[in-house]
């Protein structure tokens, strides 16, 4: 499987984002994930459509922003036109999640679903056909640095076998606690983007030393720490 990385902009040295962008895309990261947060759909505010603005020009990485947000449609144009790639919103936010995936798709963006963990994978079902990406939190949305949840293992299994029957390339992502000692099992459960913010981001190394620590957990997972 062909695992892409995304650091999560959520953990990186706010005095300076730039360096740290260009620091995760010369690291060999693919994607970069912003999360926004409003203090209501989760207990957290983050940062809106200026930061994902202010960062676009700096980088070709691609741009996913993952709308922890409980008001998304009226927010979905301004990502877009700030530059995001594609759109990620939680089905738990509203009862209209087809209208939401079609309104990013009239705005020519990839988009996709986020599911917290207690969120069953049923509610995919009818929307496989609208979906770009997939997903699975391994933790409660709204905060970096917490711990993975191990029970999530099986559902990104029943996520793999769900996108695989769509026969729709449809990335498959992790979100929570991803780190050094978890990528790998995520993988084999069937996860083929890893999205980590502290891991990558944190004081103990250099921001390319700490991918590469998450990038050789996977492919040579017997030098896992
Ligand atoms: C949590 C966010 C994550 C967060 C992950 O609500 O969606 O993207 O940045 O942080 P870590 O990797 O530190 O768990
Ligand atoms: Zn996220």
Not at 153 to 163: D, F, G, N, S, W
Not at 205 to 223: C, I, Q, R, W, Y
């Amino acid at each position: 499987m062909n695992v892409k990385y995304a650091p999560s902009l959520l953990a990186a040295d706010f005095t300076r984002l730039g360096e740290q962008v260009r620091e995760a895309e010369d690291a060999g990261a693919d994607v970069l994930h912003l999360d926004v947060m409003d203090g209501h759909f989760v207990p957290n505010i983050s940062f809106g459509p200026l930061v994902v603005e202010a960062l676009r020009p700096i980088t070709s990485l691609f741009f996913e922003v993952h709308l922890m947000i409980q008001d998304a449609a009226n927010y979905i144009q301004a990502f877009a036109a700030a530059g995001a790639d594609r759109i990620l919103v939680h089905p738990e936010i509203s009862p209209h999640l087809h209208r939401l995936l079609q309104q990013i798709h009239d705005l020519n963006k990839e988009a996709g679903v986020a599911l917290n963990p207690s969120t069953g994978l049923e509610t995919l079902e009818y929307v496989m056909t609208d979906l770009d990406s997939v997903l699975i939190m391994t933790v409660n949305p709204g905060f970096g640095g917490q711990v993975f949840i191990p029970e999530m293992l099986p559902k990104i299994a029943r996520a793999r076998e769900m996108v695989r029957m769509s026969g729709r390339n449809i990335a498959l992502g992790v979100d929570g606690g991803i780190n050094a000692r978890t990528a790998a099992a995520t993988v084999e459960a069937g996860a083929d983007l890893l999205i980590a913010g502290s891991s990558v981001f944190n004081k103990s190394g250099t921001v390319a030393h700490n991918l590469n620590e998450l990038m050789l957990s996977v492919s040579a997972p017997s030098v896992r720490v």
